[in-house]
């Protein structure tokens, strides 16, 4: 059984957004949509966007454009697409991920960029504040880069005979360097040898596996990065070929055969950009915008994979599933 819980923070006059209301008045308004990824890794989240869009009144192909850029996990291509719809003057960019984001923000100051990103905005030098976020950006946060040193220590629960760990990162993400120092950190408190393997490719998991069995490593915990999210299908099936139990942000990777997956939904707060985006070509002001939060995480066991590795989940863990997929 799923339990959702998704807090929204909502405060701030509504302002108006004068170049968006008459960009609205006089054309049909076009949103610009840039992703780190691939569009058929993000076609489920595109389409909760659109869900938001319509739930705004903004229907595309009817009363709106979206104009789709892609980076196809090449993050040194996303300077370039943020410039490209920024001369294209379309009325909002939506960045998804928190790489996208930074790109967008340093193409335009006028544009309102409505964006999803992992980790802590404030800190990324994405908005000034939570709640007033000043600017011209505004959008959803998810946990998840936070978590990192909490899927090491359940993955730890599950198998506390293993001393040897791998954390996957991709080197080029703007999330590796945090992430492997909050892990390395909890590794350390542990006891355990935590081994740090690089990825900015997905034709490069393949041997980050074998790399694992000559580490003699007993788990794995997959960093945070869009790559990895496009990637988490061959992931877990690397996983259950190699015999690596492993644990990963989203629900995909545990249906698709991965051990564990701990994170926040990879759909609602979707739903939410979308529903922002509708509101700034309404005319609302990013800058009085608070960005919301994704604070509820979930948890999915996969007994069936748990079962194939030899594993004996505890009981404890089982309860505080949010899904156990048999």
């Given at each position: 059984m799923r339990r959702r819980d998704f807090i929204t923070l909502f405060g701030g006059a509504a302002t108006t957004w004068p170049l968006i209301a008459h960009a609205q008045r006089s054309k049909t308004?076009?949103?610009g949509l840039m992703g780190s990824t691939t569009a058929d890794s993000y076609a489920t989240r595109v389409a909760?966007?659109?869900?938001?869009?319509?739930e705004t009144g903004y229907v595309e192909g009817r009363n709106l454009t979206i104009e789709s850029r892609w980076a196809d996990s090449q993050y040194d291509r996303l300077p370039g697409i943020a410039a490209e719809l920024?001369?294209?003057?379309?009325?909002v960019i939506v960045a998804i991920t928190t790489i996208a984001a930074i790109a967008a923000k340093a193409a335009t100051t006028k544009i309102p960029i409505v964006f999803e990103a992992g980790g802590d905005p404030v800190s990324n030098g994405l908005v000034a504040s939570l709640n007033r976020p000043g600017g011209n950006l505004t959008g959803v946060s998810l946990l998840n880069v936070e978590l990192g040193a909490k899927r090491l220590e359940l993955?730890?629960?599950?198998?506390?005979?293993?001393?040897?760990?791998?954390?996957?990162?991709?080197?080029?993400g703007p999330t590796a360097k945090v992430l492997s120092k909050d892990v390395q950190a909890a590794a350390g408190k542990l006891g355990i040898q935590l081994h740090i393997l690089d990825a900015s490719r997905e034709s490069e998991f393949a041997s980050v596996f074998m790399h694992l069995g000559k580490l003699r490593a007993g788990a794995l915990v997959i960093g945070t990065d869009p790559l990895f999210n496009s990637g988490s299908e061959e992931l877990a099936a690397l996983a259950i070929r190699?015999?690596?139990p492993a644990i990963y942000q989203y629900r995909a990777f545990?249906?698709?055969?991965?051990l564990l997956?701990?994170?926040?939904?990879?759909?609602?707060?979707?739903r939410q950009v979308g529903i922002y985006t509708g509101r700034v070509l309404n005319g609302e002001n990013p800058a009085e915008l608070p960005v919301q939060q994704s604070t509820k995480v979930e948890l999915i066991i996969n007994l069936k994979t748990a079962k194939a590795l030899g594993l004996d989940i505890p009981t404890p863990i089982i309860g505080r599933a949010d899904e156990v997929i048999e």
């Open positions: 308004p076009v949103v909760f966007i659109q869900q938001g869009l319509s920024v001369s294209r003057r379309v009325d993955l730890h629960q599950v198998i506390p005979s293993a001393k040897i760990f791998g954390l996957l990162v991709n080197p080029t190699h015999a690596m545990a249906t698709a055969g991965g997956s701990y994170g926040g939904s990879s759909t609602e707060p979707f």
